[in-house]
């Protein structure tokens, strides 16, 4: 019986790295992450210098699809590994759809996504909230870097058709569940709803919805960022089973280390040596795994 790969990487972008691996099978991505990591790919470098990280340029279609060209089409170990380091944060989801790498993103966030974006589908409806232009420089911290973007994005209903960057844009490609919209979290703070986010009742509800809206139990890439771990009573609180499924069912694991993020999203109370332990131990727990860290 072959083992399960589980490839580990310090910054989330660099999974795409193992996802390449399995792009033949037209696998689905499910992820559990505390963001949601749909920021259109290379969008950063598009308003970067190629010469130099120093400096910037206005932002573009003409240019972001120039950085998009460079990157898209280029299917080989040594183009994935350019690719990553023109990547960044939050850009990879995106990056592996348009490539054709995955074929949908499912993920399960503490946030939802609150753009007008036809890429993201938002399962339960999120309460109709729309960051101001000026809340999403400040969140994203671009701030002049692509002003006219972040405008389109926050002001108009950018749909799928519309979109004329390069490679799949698919229509709700990226399907987003919020846990402060799940009906077993509402209403609850934050620190509750932490301890439960990888309880059977919460994860089957999720995976339910997540199968309504076609994600393909059968093929699917099981992601982590330790940062939706952030509460020491996620480690505890309650049975496993359901998570202990997907970990079984799934083609291969990766998880992102994200040390900044977990200190920062658990209040500086876990780092991600607990939480990337708690994973690496549940998974080896319940099949034969083969870990993997980035070189």
């Known amino acids: 019986m072959m083992k399960k790969r589980v490839y580990i990487v310090l910054a989330h972008h660099r999974a795409i ?10 696998s689905h991505l499910l992820s559990f992450d505390y963001h949601t990591d749909f920021h259109k790919a290379f969008l950063r470098s598009s308003c970067t210098s ?28 040594k ?43 938002r399962v339960p409806p999120a309460p109709p909230i729309v960051m101001s232009y000026d809340q999403v420089q400040m969140m994203m911290e671009l701030n002049s870097l692509a002003p006219k973007l972040l405008k389109d994005a926050t002001e108009s209903e950018a749909d799928v058709s519309s979109d004329t ?33 990888t309880t059977d009742g919460v994860l089957n509800a999720v995976l339910e919805t997540f199968c309504e809206h076609g994600f393909n139990k059968d093929n699917y890439i099981l992601d982590f960022d330790c ?5 020491r009573g996620a480690r505890t609180h309650g049975q ?39 994973l690496v131990a549940l998974i080896n727990g319940c099949v034969d795994a083969e870990v993997e860290y980035e070189s």
Request: aromatic fraction near 10%; hydrophobic fraction near 35%.
């Open 227 to 231: 940062d939706f771990i952030r509460e």
């Open 79 to 121: 183009a994935i590994e350019a690719a990553v380091n023109d990547l960044r944060n939050d850009e990879h989801i995106d990056f592996a759809i348009r490539s054709g790498m995955i074929k949908r993103a499912f993920v399960f966030s503490c946030f939802f996504s609150t753009f007008k974006d036809g890429r993201v589908l």
């Open 240 to 278: 496993f089973q359901t998570l202990e499924g997907l970990i079984k069912g799934a083609k291969a694991i990766t998880i992102a280390q994200e040390p900044d993020f977990v200190r920062e999203c658990s209040g500086q109370t876990l780092s991600y040596e607990d939480v990337e332990g708690w």
């Open 50 to 77: 190629s010469s130099a990280q120093i400096g910037v340029r206005p932002y573009t279609i003409e240019n972001h699809n120039l950085v998009l060209k460079k990157h898209i089409g280029r299917m080989d170990e």
């Open 165 to 197: 960057l390069v490679g799949n844009s698919v229509e709700h490609g990226i399907v987003s569940y919020s846990e402060s919209c799940h009906p077993l979290l509402e209403g609850k703070n934050e620190s509750e709803r932490a301890k439960l986010v």
């Open 17 to 26: 790295k193992e996802w390449f691996r399995y792009r033949e099978l037209g």
